[in-house]
């Protein structure tokens, strides 16, 4: 064989070596790569980005941590039958439990006892991890007691001599002029706040926060986490309302059914108008980012009502107060 020919055969015998070890480690790389399901990618470009995911009102850690080290109690509380309680009552640490620990009612009927009696109260605390436990303690609602005012001033009996020569003089009477008692609507036409936004709801005290109409879920989270300022995001044909319990927001945990709350913006016009709501129905529910569900997993969206308001009752921020309200006449 010629010195030409061997290199030749060398090489050829190189090439095939080489084009060997990368056939094999394009299958492997064809091997671990994942399928791509382009039927969920089709499915996902049709999402609503914008609005896919409801805003949590709470501000959630990374941290996990680990709470069976921590010193959890809690504390009997005792009420009047007229008076309201909270589940941040009953824990004696709350200053030192990390934002990363949830809590809840056990059952959800312990948000409602009203009557008096003894009634065994179980919050559970659950971290990150769904390591869980739970406490005890108890609420006692005492009956409201009714004290009879008693007049013991006695009359003194005068004995008045009248002569017929004497004239009685009348007294003049001065009229106190009262001032008008303002409404509700003409106290909040009256308040000074600015209209910024979409405007700004009220209730019966006068408490108030700006609304924004957020164009993403960043945007609805923003408005959320700043004072003074909250979401309202429209899904078809129903508006969510949401900001923080402890921003002020915790108020409509004091709203019954048949409050009013109002809705101060300026339309199309240029005109100062307000929107009166009425509350139509009060419970707990869930927020599972996509939707706003009632304790018996309603969508809220389905419920036809035109507003709902909610505010997180757990650091997790799963579990929600919602108000459902109509429009009043």
């Known amino acids: 064989m010629s010195k030409e020919s061997t290199n030749s055969y060398i090489k050829g015998i190189v090439l095939i070596f080489f084009s060997f070890v990368i056939l094999v480690t394009i299958g492997f790389n064809l091997y671990d790569k994942p399928i791509i ?16 995911t409801l805003p ?8 996990s941590t680990n709470f069976y080290k921590l010193p959890i109690s809690l504390k009997d509380l005792v009420i009047k039958e007229n008076e309201q309680y909270q589940i941040n009552d009953f824990i004696n640490n709350m200053n030192i439990l990390p934002q990363d620990i949830s809590y809840y009612y056990t059952l959800p009927e312990m948000n409602y006892y009203k009557l008096p009696g003894t009634y065994k109260i179980q919050i559970t605390f659950k971290d990150k991890r769904n ?58 036409l009256n308040d000074s706040k600015k ?33 003074d300022s909250g979401s309202i995001i429209k899904y078809s044909n129903i508006s969510f309302v949401a900001d923080h319990a402890n921003q002020g927001f915790d108020i409509i945990k004091k709203q019954n059914i048949g409050s009013y709350v109002y809705i101060k913006k300026v339309d199309y016009m240029g005109n100062i108008v307000i929107d009166k709501y009425v509350v139509r129905e009060k419970m707990n529910g869930y927020n599972t980012r996509r939707q706003l569900l009632t304790n018996e997993g309603i969508d809220v969206r389905n419920t036809n009502y035109p507003l709902a308001l909610y505010t997180c009752n757990t650091a997790d921020g799963y579990h929600v107060t919602i108000l459902l309200l109509d429009k009043a006449n």
């Open 37 to 52: 399901n382009n039927e969920a990618i089709r499915e996902f470009k049709k999402a609503n980005i914008v609005y896919a």
């Open 56 to 63: 949590n009102v709470f501000t959630e850690t990374l941290e």
């Open 131 to 188: 390591n869980v436990i739970n406490k005890e303690t108890n609420l006692v609602i005492e009956k409201e007691e009714v004290i009879e005012k008693k007049d013991n001033t006695k009359e003194e009996k005068k004995e008045v001599v009248v002569k017929k020569e004497q004239v009685v003089e009348k007294k003049e009477v001065k009229t106190v002029k009262k001032e008008p008692t303002l409404t509700i609507e003409e106290r909040i």
């Open 195 to 227: 209209i910024e936004g979409y405007g700004r709801i009220y209730f019966n005290n006068l408490y108030s926060i700006a609304l924004y109409e957020p164009r993403t879920t960043e945007e609805a989270q923003y408005y959320v986490d700043n004072k």
